[in-house]
Each structure stands twice: as structure tokens, then as C-alpha cells.
């Protein structure tokens, strides 16, 4: 006997997103930070698995150690070609009482054309 079955695959195409952080807010004492992202395209985003980590350097005003608190978090990102969204990322800044360094960075599970853009660096205050 022989065997005649046939498999067929269906390829989808990688969908290509560029993701960009466009800045942060909820800078401040009892604030919660934001990150901005925006999607430059062509594609829309659809429930798209992505990631976004920061990592918050600080250092008390009067002098003294720095300290690093972040991580990075999974996030469903849902954008369509020209719109933004935040995320929270949980964590706040202090910046009445510390001089902070802040860095962050975003990712998707597409295409990305252009990816020097899914990094944001501020200090803060």
C-alpha cells in the first residue's frame, strides 16, 4: 500500500511594524510611569506578544549611592498603522528626593524595519 495523502502549508507573511517608544509620563512622586508606543507601520498590530523593560538608576539627591530598581514585562500590543497606546509599567520615580536615570526599550514578535527607535533614554528630574 502506498500513501497518497497530501499536506498542504499555508504560509502567512511576517507582519512588519515599526514600533517606536515616543516618551514617558507619570514622572513623579505617587505617579506611575508610562511608556509611550507608537506604531510607524506599514502594518497594523493586531494581539501582537510583545515586551517592554526599564530599568531606573537612582541616586539620592544629597549624594550617595545609586541604586537600580526595573525588569521588563510581557504586554499584547494592538496597534493600527499610525496610532499610539501606553503601557504601565508598575514602577515609580522619584524625583523630589532622587536624580534618576532612566532607560527603556520595546519589543514585538514582527518585523521591525527600524529598530533604533524602540529605545528611550531620560533623566529625570
Keep these: 500500500a502506498t500513501d497518497d495523502s497530501v499536506v498542504i502549508v499555508t504560509m502567512l507573511p511576517l507582519l512588519s511594524a515599526d514600533l517606536q517608544i515616543t516618551g514617558l509620563s507619570g514622572l513623579g512622586l505617587g505617579d506611575t510611569m508610562k511608556v509611550h508606543l507608537h506604531n510607524n507601520g506599514p502594518d497594523d498590530l493586531v494581539s501582537a506578544q510583545g515586551d517592554v523593560t526599564c530599568y531606573v538608576n537612582s541616586q539620592p539627591k544629597g549624594g550617595g549611592n545609586w541604586n ?5 514585562q510581557a504586554v499584547v500590543i494592538s496597534l493600527q498603522n499610525g496610532a499610539s497606546m501606553s503601557v504601565d509599567t508598575g514602577m515609580t520615580v522619584d524625583g523630589t528626593n532622587f536624580n534618576n536615570q532612566i532607560q ?11 529598530e533604533t527607535n524602540n529605545s528611550h533614554q531620560q533623566t529625570f528630574p
Excluded: E, K, R
Design 68 to 72: 537600580q530598581t526595573g525588569g521588563g
Design 104 to 114: 527603556c526599550s520595546a519589543s514585538a514578535a514582527v518585523l521591525d524595519p527600524n
